[in-house]
Structures are given as C-alpha cells and as structure tokens.
C-alpha cells in the first residue's frame, strides 16, 4: 500500500515553502519532492479525462431546470436564442476567467482523494472559494476537514482589484459607460451601402494585425487572413467586412480606426467593403441594451440563489462555488452587458446585409460568435465557416464542448457554423481526440503561416556570431510582465534581447534596463533570422514559427496556469518554471539547426487548392506546390 494512504494530507495554496514532514499537495507551481506533490502536474496526468468530466459538468450547468424552466430558457434574449451561450461558463475561455483553472484543479484533487483515501485533509489559504470547494468534496467522501488561514494575507492593491469587488450590477454600469465613451466615435464611419450580387463574400474579422506597409498606401491587409481576399478578389469576387475594432501599435485610436476605413472604401483599388460593429450603434441600441439588461437583472437576482443550490446537486457540484462570480457577471454584470449591446449591435449589422451567398469568420469559439451565428441564420444568409487561424491548443476548451452540446436539437440549442476550417493536422488531431464531431471539419491551408513554406532563406544557415534572443509578449499584460521578470533575475549578461509585444498589448520594458532590450514591431517574417532562439509564455502561439524555421524555443510556465504552449508535449521544446531553469537553458542551447517538418503542424502551399476547393474559385493547373502532406 502506498504510504501516503490514510495518511493526513496538506494543501498548500500559499507564497513560500511549507516546511513539514507531511505528506503535501501544492496548489500552484510544478515543482516537486519526496513529500510534496503538484496539483497541476496531477492534471497534466490525466488530462483527457479531467476535462472531458469539466465539459460534462458546463453542459448539466445549462441544463439546470430551475421553477419549471431549464436555466437556457430563463436566459433566452430572443426566440430560439438563449445569452447562456455568451456567458463565461459555456465560453470557458481561460483569458477571461479563471474558473476553468480552479474547477480542473479540484477535479484533479478528487481523483487524488478517491485513489489515495487520506483520513483528513488541512487546507492553508486564504481562498475562501477553494476552502467551501474542498469542505464540499470531503464531505461527499467522508474526510475529516480543516481550513487553516495564513496569519499574512498580501492584497495588491490597485483599481482593477477594488473593480472586481464591487457589485456586479455596478461593474456592468461602469464597463456600460466606458464602453460607450471608447466607442460611441465609430458610428463616424458607417457605410451601409453594401456590396450585392452572387458574387460576393462575407468575412468577420478583428481590426488588428493590419499590414502597416498596405495600411500606408491606403489598402487593407490583414495578416489573419494573408493573400485569401486578394485570391477571391482575383476570381471576380467581392467582399463585405465587419471588424471588431482594436486598439494597435499602428491604429492607436477611434479616429485614425475611422479614417482608415473611409480610406478603403473610397479606393477605387480595393473591391471590399468595410465597417466596424461598433459603427452600428445607435441610441435605440443604447435603450434596448439597458432596457433589456434590467430585465436579466431583476430576474437574475431572483434566479441566483435556487441555481446555484441545484449546481451544488450534481455529479461534480462541490466546485460550483468557484462558478459563481462568472455566473453573475453573465446574467447581470459587466459581461451581460456587453453580451446584450453585441447581440443588438450583431442584429443591427446583420440584418443590413443584402443575402450573402456564404461567409467566414474567425473562430475562436467567443461569446459573440454564437449571437452572430444565430443572426446570419436568422436572416437567411448562406453557408457559414468558422475559420481556426491558429493552431488549435489543448487547454482551449473554448473549442471544446461535451457532445450532447453538439448534437442538441432544441430548439434553444448552442448557434453552430456549417463548417469549421482547420488548418493542420495537429489541429484535426485534437479534434478528434477530444471526441469532437468530425464530420463538419474542413481541411484548409495555414494563411497565416504561409511565408514558412516559401523562405528557404529563412533555414538559418548562416547562424550569427552575435547572440540575440527574441521576447515574445503575450496578450495578457502581467503574463508578460511576469516573464521578463523571470528573465531579469537569471544571470544572463551575454545576450541581446529584442522584444515583440502582443499586437494589442502594450508593455514598458524601460525599468528592464539590464536585459538590453530591443523593441520592435516588424513582422515575425522579418525579425526571426536576426535572432538565435526565442523565449516567451505558454500562452504565445507566435512560437511555432520558430521552431518550424529551426530556432530552439524556451516556453516560460506560469505557475498559477495550465501549461497553455501550443508546444505542449512535442520533443525539442524547453519548459522552465523559475530563473534558474530559464537561465540553464539558455546556457545549454543547442544551436544545431533541426528543422521540423512544417507538414506535422500545418497545410501549406501558395497555390491554397483547399481553399479554392472549399470556396468554390478556379483551380490553377499549374499551381506551384511549395508543401505537401497526406490528406
């Protein structure tokens, strides 16, 4: 029998080492020893069934029947369209909460619990969540329980923090305010005079990771979507676009986001159409947005408490604590708010359209993606595919749901597209290992990656004599901030660093003054052959370039997250989790070029006969071939 059965267990979930002979669990950080052992490495171990049981319990969530109606009934916005779909529990989106996290981690302390059977679990933290959590789960499994807080308790204390402890209906009237203060300019630039005719697309995109060079000539290139528009364009197609507009490097502000629209749509190069969502905002939007959020407000209220006693009955319901602050930020809160402004401002856009043959988006699974899926059905557009630009990763559930999610036939069912286009086999691959219907996936090329199969002159061949490491930012602030931090405490004095911010993050890195660091905003195209390796979070995507060009990639791990690489588990990839292990693999860098096969990760060839084939355009019989790979 393993020792550490009917034993005593310890649950650490403070700052520092505790310093005992007793068997213990940490709460965060990878690390372990002889008695102590890490939770996240436990779900890292059994993974696939860990959040497969997460998926089950977000899909009993919505099912929840609560005095005579299932929680989606009580949440429906429109006939036959329920706003559960947009709120953060049926997202499980990690950027935007961390409710996915702490629920994974107690499932994974479940099944330590059931396999070990400690006779007493002692709890150290200040987490009362995590404390009602445990308290839960032991009671289900007959284990004696003990919360001890920490004398200590460190708060940081800034606006953010006193924002989220503020009422949730008074977070939704502040973001109300702000939103509309930051976004009320863009109805300068509404053109609703529509491109018509069977020979036009429709695409949904987000302002950002604009071509600056394309941008100054006053054409439109969008890096997610590469030379797609211009092939449509080349086939006698046209294309209408709504953007979500965000704040860049080169589009700082509303005004310069206006009149770079109004610059493209009066090129008489381009053959597109263009408009923001937000340009469709309107003062009887504004109204029925705060009409309609009093009414989930008042009815919220009332259905909190009966909900969350029903969430407490099922089959994982000990962690339905930590699902309560998602809950009421998604039924009366700021993220109802905006909810129900998108959904207005969705129908708004929408329904301006002439029918549109079909139409393409970028899919990353967010709430206002299923409002926009429901109102393009709504209005008898056509074929609709979901566009994956990114390699898909393990820890993003948004792209995974529960199969009865899937094949729902209610009539308040979750909004899906026709098609979904995947872009590699590594991404069809997680799919079905996920137990994902495949039948509506479609195999496209990788536009954003395309550059990797034709720069041969990018396989470094002739490496530098000089040592530069490249930074890459993540979308998170304190994620970035976190990492150059790890990096300024190893000692590492032979290196430069140049340093790529996230396109919509901004970063100061004036107070990292003994990294020598380089800002740049130049393309990854450009910057990867002037540099030797690359270091960034687990949450960065941009990092599969590199090791697709033959660079030697260092994945920093944040130790109060999954690991969230699109790298996770391939060969070849360091993963460090302090300065001493970053500042070791540094040092241990192998610089021999290695170069993956771009095939394993993505399709790829300029000629994009995928695409063509998808979309319906000519196929060139000559189409150059720069990749291939087995359908």
Same mark, same amino acid.
């Given at each position: ?457 990018? *396989?470094? !061949?002739? $490496?530098?004599?000089? %040592?530069? &490491? +490249?930074? /890459? ?7 970035? =901030? @976190? ?120 399709? *790829?060839? !300029?000629? $994009?006969?995928?695409? %063509?084939? &998808? +979309?319906? /355009? ?7 071939? =720069? @990749?291939?790979?087995?359908?």
């Amino acid at each position: 029998m393993d020792s550490r059965k009917k034993q005593s267990l310890l649950v650490w979930d403070q700052h520092g080492e505790p310093h005992t002979d007793r068997q213990i669990l940490l709460w965060n950080g990878y690390s372990e020893t002889k008695n102590q052992r890490s939770i996240l490495k436990a779900l890292e171990k059994n993974s696939d069934q860990l959040r497969s049981n997460y998926l089950t319990f977000i899909k009993d969530l919505g099912q929840i029947c609560v005095r005579d109606k299932m929680v989606v009934e009580h949440l429906m916005i429109e006939k036959g369209f329920s706003l559960w779909w947009m709120s953060l529990l049926a997202e499980k989106g990690t950027l935007k909460s961390e409710t996915p996290l702490n629920c994974l981690k107690l499932l994974a302390l479940n099944q330590i619990l059931i396999e070990d059977k400690p006779n007493s679990i002692e709890l150290v933290s200040n987490n009362k969540l995590l404390a009602d959590s445990i308290y839960s789960l032991c009671r289900s499994l007959n284990i004696d329980f003990n919360w001890k807080k920490s004398i200590f308790l460190f708060y940081r204390f800034n606006f953010k923090n006193i924002g989220k402890k503020l009422p949730h209906y008074f977070q939704a009237i502040i973001f109300f305010i702000k939103n509309m203060f930051m976004n009320w300019n863009l109805r300068k630039s509404l053109d609703t005079n529509w491109l018509s005719g069977k020979n036009t697309f429709f695409f949904f995109s987000y302002f950002l990771n604009i071509d600056e060079h394309s941008l100054a000539k006053g054409e439109f290139f969008s890096k997610y979507w590469n030379d797609l528009p211009r092939l449509i364009n080349k086939n006698g197609r046209k294309i209408n676009w709504i953007h979500h507009f965000m704040k860049s490097s080169s589009i700082t502000n509303t005004k310069i986001g206006n009149k770079s629209l109004n610059i493209f749509n009066k090129n008489i190069k381009n053959l597109d159409h263009h408009n923001f969502l937000y340009s469709f905002i309107s003062i009887v939007i504004v109204i029925k947005t705060l009409a309609v959020w009093l009414r989930f407000f008042s009815n919220g209220i009332l259905l909190t408490r009966p909900f969350l006693k029903e969430a407490s009955k099922l089959k994982y319901g000990w962690i339905s604590p930590f699902i309560i602050d998602d809950w009421k930020s998604s039924v009366y809160g700021n993220v109802a708010m905006q909810n129900i402004m998108w959904v207005y401002l969705l129908e708004e856009s929408i329904s301006t359209l002439p029918k549109q043959k079909m139409g393409l988006y970028l899919c990353e699974n967010q709430g206002w993606e299923r409002a926009f899926i429901y109102f393009w059905k709504k209005y008898g557009h056509g074929e609709l595919i979901g566009v994956a630009h990114t390699m898909i990763r393990y820890w993003d559930l948004r792209y995974f749901d529960d199969p009865q999610v899937l094949q729902s036939k209610d009539p308040l069912a979750q909004p899906l597209p026709d098609k979904i286009a995947l872009n590699g086999p590594v991404a069809f691959k997680k799919f079905r290992d996920a137990n994902q219907p495949i039948d509506h996936l479609e195999k496209v090329e990788a536009l954003r990656y395309q550059y990797i199969g034709k720069s041969e002159n990018l *396989l470094y !061949s002739n $490496l530098k004599s000089t %040592k530069t &490491l +490249l930074i /890459l930012g993540d979308y998170v602030a304190d994620t970035t =901030i @976190n990492l150059l931090n790890t990096l300024e405490e190893s000692t590492i004095n032979d290196y430069d660093f140049i340093f790529k911010a996230h396109p919509s993050t901004k970063i100061r890195t004036t107070q990292y003054n003994s990294l020598k660091i380089k800002i740049t905003t130049n393309s990854l195209s450009d910057v990867l052959p002037k540099v030797n390796a690359i270091i960034s979070s687990s949450n960065t995507t941009a990092v599969i370039e590199g090791i697709l060009l033959g660079l030697p990639v260092i994945i920093v791990l944040d130790d109060n997250n999954f690991n969230f690489s699109p790298l996770r588990g391939e060969k070849g990839v360091k993963f460090v989790r302090s300065n001493q292990e970053l500042e070791k693999a540094i040092k241990n860098f192998d610089f021999k070029i290695n170069i993956e096969d771009e095939n394993k990760y993505f399709w *790829l060839d !300029s000629g $994009l006969p995928r695409w %063509k084939s &998808l +979309l319906g /355009l000519k196929q060139k019989k000559s189409a150059e071939k =720069i @990749n291939t790979t087995i359908s």
